[in-house]
């Protein structure tokens, strides 16, 4: 029987220090920590279940002066 040569743990939220420690404590077998950001970013990346949107924001420097006249 083979033995795991590294875990994946996967939150939607955030790692505890205590977490962090444990998954790199040495002589255990790596565990990869994947918190809501990364999470995010990997399906972002890939686009999975997403859909690209542009989004604009206004630039009120632009508009300052017709608003002061």
């Known amino acids: 029987m083979a033995l795991a040569d590294k875990g994946i743990m996967i939150t939607t939220g955030i790692f505890s220090e205590d977490a962090k420690r444990e998954a790199a404590r040495e002589g255990a077998p790596h565990i990869e920590l994947i918190d ?3 999470l995010v970013a990997m399906l972002e ?25």
């Open 36 to 38: 809501g950001s990364q």
């Open 45 to 69: 990346k890939e686009e999975i279940g997403l859909k690209p949107k542009t989004v604009y924001e206004i630039d009120h420097d632009f508009f300052r002066p017709y608003l002061e006249a």
